[in-house]
């Protein structure tokens, strides 16, 4: 690896082949010394699911079962005449959800319905790729987006080592990962702070939304919600140091969910010895599993570096 780059972090962005093999997937991975497991294999319905647009030329279908292994679909033949379009039932169609196996009332039809299944399962789109990536960045690091539609990210220093990794695996596939080094100056340093304190709050916003579903004080419930919330908690003490005076605003937002969490768990009401137990920190999880990612938990984080 080279020497990690001095400044604030990098701007990445990277385009993924439109379609890979899952054996050179696999392989790319490999050779970028990460696991190639990540690349999964597709299950037989989800794979017939993609094969669905290479068969619905003049036909529509649809599933219509779900149940005792096999997956059910018809296909109705569409034609358009008189100004009206007409259906006729054409064939019924499984896919056994363990095999990959396809069984249809129409001959010629289940060969073509199995080749396209079986194509679909050896291949990978651009998204799985994508997918891959931003799992790597979630397990590894951080990335926040520079555009409302993403595509474009700001990675911290303290994470581009596993650029790397990604780039290794994107020259392997035949993708481009593309890097630029963000030295730190006022005006940077501002951006990226500003960044991530829209990052961190978007994650609340998107507690709070899980915390309004809430309906039972089960254990298991209370203690994902506590989860979550100690999940944002390790975002802010990590990016303390560069949120530039943002982290006490946030802190008091993060404090505020801790005690509805609590106020909902003790059954509407605040008791004093819920307060206690917070200032001890006795609600803290430790060594949480993440199970938000800063990317997803942000919609509408403001352009930076402009």
């Known amino acids: 690896m080279k020497d990690q780059l001095k400044g604030i972090g990098e701007i990445v962005s ?23 497991d990540m690349a999964k294999d597709l299950k037989p319905a989800n794979a017939f ?17 779900n149940a005792d292994g096999k997956v059910h679909f018809q296909f109705t033949h569409e034609v358009l005449s008189g100004g009206e379009f007409h259906y006729n039932k054409e064939a019924k169609l499984t896919v056994d959800k363990a095999s990959g196996r396809v069984d249809c009332t129409d001959p010629q039809l289940r060969i073509r319905a199995q080749l396209c299944l079986d194509h679909e399962t050896k291949k990978r789109s651009a998204s799985d790729v994508t997918r891959i990536v931003q799992k790597l960045f979630e397990t590894n690091g951080d990335l926040f987006p520079l555009r409302d539609a993403g595509g474009v990210y700001f990675v911290p220093e303290m994470h581009t080592a596993i650029c790397d990794c990604v780039e290794a695996l994107m020259t392997a596939i035949g993708g481009h990962f593309r890097r630029w080094e963000m030295n730190a100056s006022e005006r940077n340093n501002q951006n990226a702070a500003v960044a991530i304190r829209d990052a961190i709050n978007g994650m609340i916003e998107k507690y709070k939304k899980y915390a309004d579903t809430l309906s039972s004080d089960d254990p298991k419930v209370l203690a994902k919600g506590m989860k979550k919330i100690q999940h944002i908690r390790t975002k802010l003490e990590v990016y303390r140091n560069v949120l530039a005076g943002y982290d006490s605003d946030i802190e008091k937002a993060v404090d505020a969910v801790t005690v509805d969490l609590q ?17 001890q920190g006795t609600n803290e999880i430790t060594d949480p599993t993440p199970e938000d990612d800063a990317t997803s938990a942000v919609d ?6 402009a």
């Open 14 to 36: 990277w385009t993924s082949p439109k379609s890979v093999s899952i054996d050179d997937l696999r392989n790319g991975l490999t050779k970028a010394g990460l696991d190639p």
């Open 263 to 279: 106020t909902f768990a003790n059954g509407g009401e605040t008791t004093e010895e819920s307060s206690d137990a917070k200032d």
């Open 300 to 305: 509408d984080i403001m352009a930076m570096f």
């Open 49 to 65: 699911r993609r094969a669905i647009h290479d068969l619905e030329q003049n036909r529509v279908i649809r599933q219509t079962l």
